[in-house]
């Protein structure tokens, strides 16, 4: 069903209330919850679960088959591969009622998750990082950091444009694509302005 300002497949329920910013489209067998807040622009994919309390900036990128639970927030920008889990409950039990203890998880801004990943929660992936695909994410990420594996190991540094950036002889790098220098200190890595 067209809206006067976003999108929602005729398949898809969102609750009353709910605010959607202009521009966002929702697609088949999604069920977005009333205490969302869904930001402009956005693209939520086939079966998507977003829970009440969740935030998601503008132009995010949402693909099929995630669940966006309670106490997570996707900055502008972001990209949610196929699959993703969440989680909000560092030690959940069925017989145990745990609400009260969510755990707060930010995706910062142009941060990409790769299909299948795993997001522990309570934990930040920083701005610009890239969680490659399957990867278990058990503790925060810095700002453009490249992080693969099970569980989650940094293994690079990648530019806002997504591409790898190499260190190696001192403390700049250049993106392959933009041409964007970037300097390194530490372990923290920022563009040249």
Same mark, same amino acid.
Not at 16 to 21: H, N, R, Y
């Given at each position: 069903? *067209?809206?006067?300002?976003? $999108?929602?497949?005729?398949?898809?329920?969102?609750?009353?209330?709910?605010?959607?910013?202009?521009?966002?489209?929702?697609?088949?067998?999604?069920?977005?919850?009333?205490?969302?807040?869904?930001?402009?622009?956005?693209?939520?994919?086939?079966? =998507?679960?977003? !829970?009440?309390? +969740?935030?998601?900036?503008?132009?995010?990128?949402?693909?099929?088959?995630?669940?966006?639970?309670?106490?997570?927030?996707?900055?502008? !920008?972001?990209?949610?591969?196929?699959?993703?889990?969440?989680?909000?409950? %560092?030690?959940?039990?069925? $017989?145990?009622?745990?609400? +009260?203890? $969510?755990?707060?998880?930010?995706?910062?801004?142009? /941060?990409?998750?790769? =299909?299948?990943? +795993?997001?522990?929660?309570?934990?930040?992936?920083? *701005?610009? =990082?890239?969680?490659?695909?399957? /990867?278990?994410?058990?503790?925060?990420?810095?700002?453009? /950091?490249?992080?693969?594996?099970?569980? *989650?190991?940094?293994?690079?540094?990648?530019? =806002? *444009?997504?591409?790898?950036? !190499?260190?190696?002889?001192?403390?700049?790098?250049?993106?392959?694509?933009?041409?964007?220098?970037?300097?390194? /200190?530490?372990?923290? %890595?920022?563009?040249?302005?």
């Amino acid at each position: 069903m *067209a809206l006067e300002n976003f $999108f929602v497949h005729p398949s898809s329920f969102v609750e009353d209330g709910t605010p959607i910013g202009t521009g966002t489209r929702i697609w088949h067998f999604c069920h977005l919850m009333p205490r969302c807040r869904v930001g402009e622009n956005c693209i939520i994919g086939q079966n =998507a679960f977003i !829970d009440n309390e +969740t935030v998601i900036g503008n132009r995010v990128k949402i693909q099929n088959n995630v669940s966006v639970y309670n106490g997570v927030e996707l900055e502008d !920008d972001v990209f949610i591969g196929p699959s993703v889990v969440f989680t909000n409950v %560092i030690n959940p039990r069925s $017989f145990i009622e745990r609400k +009260t203890e $969510f755990k707060k998880t930010i995706i910062r801004k142009g /941060a990409t998750l790769g =299909a299948n990943a +795993t997001i522990l929660c309570g934990i930040k992936i920083g *701005a610009y =990082a890239m969680v490659g695909a399957g /990867a278990v994410v058990t503790q925060s990420v810095p700002d453009y /950091a490249l992080i693969t594996g099970n569980p *989650a190991k940094q293994t690079g540094w990648v530019s =806002a *444009a997504g591409y790898k950036l !190499d260190f190696k002889d001192g403390e700049l790098s250049v993106c392959p694509k933009t041409g964007e220098n970037y300097k390194i /200190a530490g372990n923290r %890595i920022s563009p040249v302005k």
